[in-house]
């Protein structure tokens, strides 16, 4: 048999925190994905796991009085818990704390560093213990870390470094030429912008007397390798690279799942390392964005972190497959609140999905004591009676869709068919039509018809929901055994219940859920909510009054008196104005120049400082200082904002 192969994966997770929505979202869109394209006939491989080495665990574990390794085996055990929960299924779940693992690394990196991709260097610079990393001063807030507020500690120290530099004309010529490789199309252009950039070669070591956590350099025993070059091998080090016979079955064949604060180091460095070490580069990274809780982002070091196995006991499992999917724009940001869950629970899935699946196998219950009688081919075609038309658009739809990870689309295609069916059951009336013996041969087709839909969508909804989709075939009496599918192929002929089938009276799918009765179930820790008292209502008109323009700052100082205020030159298309800002807590001077703004063009000239103002930039406050309001897009300045 000649089957397609697909290597699907998730990133390791850290293991310095709990699992959170977010892991369980990248994990159920992989899951998700995976189960889709073995709808399509291809063989898959689906790999998750956890990263195991790092200071942050050296630290939490000292934290708890444990060792690295049984802190490690203990939180990596809850990420492999989750998973049967989640109802996700994967093949294989690594831990970079597995020798197979730390052995592949070792083999790579030395190969990297035979070739002379990997030297030597020293290196000076500010390091926050926190973020395990090194900031630029200008990357500072007030000189601290922004993420922890500690000043970092100035280190100087000889690492080896991955000359990354090398390869940048070769990375952005490997983008340019594989469309699709880094999708959303959005994440490319991030990348491909972000490599107009000189490309700084990447440290991979840290000594020993620093950390001692982590694997070993091959080729020089006082130093560990450090984050990257360890986490990113486990993609091809569970496959049994070089010779395994995973590797050779499923490489490249690969769609890396990823959220977009990890888009760097899988679409710059994995990419340049395999290059590097003369591997075939995988051929896709799949990004989506972030869950955010009341508005802020969903992270373990806010603390608002939202627990997937409380949601799951309360809502069930493909409910909440099922509302990730459906709510979140692959690739762009949404927001997770319970009102949400229990409005998508009550709409799509008690009122859409289960009403239309109980009001048809009821009627057919009521007519014909649950027997599927089967169309009459010639009153379907006079009275234009066949659904087959309108479920293949639907099983279209939904493969266009599920195969560009389009998840919410795919899902309302399938809405769409159900929407028809309703609307099918209206227009012919069966109930009308089993008062008229005349009528027999007709209702018997309309309900074959609405059954057979019913069949397409329980074959459909089967990635996103698989619960949902085996239990509806039980009862329609087509479910092949506890773990199986229908493939694309093998669901959309049409008219494939028997006729004859005894379908007997179905369970409600999804029971309603009491919006009265039910209280907040969910326990969020969501950082403070912020509702400041807005002030009066005004008339568009009141609006129109104040005049906005796009602005382009060209020229930016420091006022000398004041630590607040910047004197900006502002260019706004046809002239150029004076406007002094209280950012400088928040931007120098060269951080600004050349960034786009929203001033207000029509404010009376002020005196700030002795210095004249002639206008207002916008802004908003966050954590404490200003940030410039802008435009995701460059824009002509002096045109008006409206
Ligand atoms: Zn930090």
Sequence with gaps: MNTKKQFFTTPIYYVNAKPHLGHAYTSIAADVATRFKQMEGHETYFLTGTDEHGDKIVQAADKQKTTPKEYADKISQLFQDLLPLLNIKNNQFIRTTNPDHIRIVEAILSKIYDSGDIYFSSYEGLYCFGCERFYQERELVNGKCPDHGVEPQAIKESNYFFRMSKYQDWLINHIKTNPGFISPVQYETEILSFLKEPLEDLCISRPKTRLTWGITLPFDEKYVTYVWFDALVNYISALGYPDGDLFKKFWPNTRHFVAKDIIKPHGIYWPIMLKAAGIEIYNGLNVHGFWNVQGSKMSKSVGNVTDPIKVTEVYGVDPFRYFLMREMVFGLDANFTEDTIVSRINSDLANDLGNVFSRILSMNQR????????????????????????????????????????????????????????????????????????????????????????????????????????????????????????????????????????????????????????????????????????????????????????????????????????????????????????????????????????????????????????????????????????????????????
């Design 367 to 642: 007519y014909f004591k649950g027997e599927v009688k089967g169309a009459d081919t010639k009153i379907e075609k006079e009275r234009n009676l066949s659904l087959a038309l309108d479920a293949q658009t639907a099983i279209d739809g939904f493969t266009k869709a599920m195969s560009q990870c389009e998840f919410h689309k795919g899902i309302s295609a399938i809405w769409q068919f159900i929407s028809i069916l309703n609307k099918y059951i209206d227009t012919n009336e069966p109930w009308a039509l089993a008062k008229d013996d005349a009528s027999a041969a007709t209702l018997e087709t309309v309900l074959y018809n609405l059954i057979e839909g019913l069949r397409v969508v329980s074959c459909l909804i089967y990635p996103i929901m698989p619960q949902t989709s085996l239990s509806m075939q039980k009862t329609l009496c087509m479910a092949k055994t506890e773990d199986s599918f229908y493939t694309l192929e093998e669901l959309s002929p049409w008219g494939q219940i028997k006729k004859g089938t005894l379908i007997a009276k179905p369970d409600s799918l999804f029971p309603r859920i009491d919006t009265d009765k039910i209280k907040p179930k969910i326990p969020v820790k969501a950082s403070k909510p912020f509702k400041p008292a807005l002030k009066d209502e005004i008339t568009i008109d009141d609006f129109a009054k104040i005049d906005l323009r796009t602005g382009t700052i060209i020229k930016a100082e420091k006022i000398e008196k004041s630590d607040k205020l910047l004197k900006l030159l502002v260019d706004l298309g046809a002239e150029t104005r004076h406007i002094i800002a209280g950012i400088a807590k928040t931007y120098t001077p060269e951080d600004i120049i050349g960034k786009q703004v929203i001033v207000v063009a029509n404010l009376k000239e002020a005196t700030l400082m002795g210095e004249v103002s002639q206008g207002m930039i916008l802004a908003a406050t966050h954590k404490k200082r200003l940030v410039l309001s802008g435009f995701d897009t460059e824009i002509v300045p002096g045109n008006p904002v409206k």
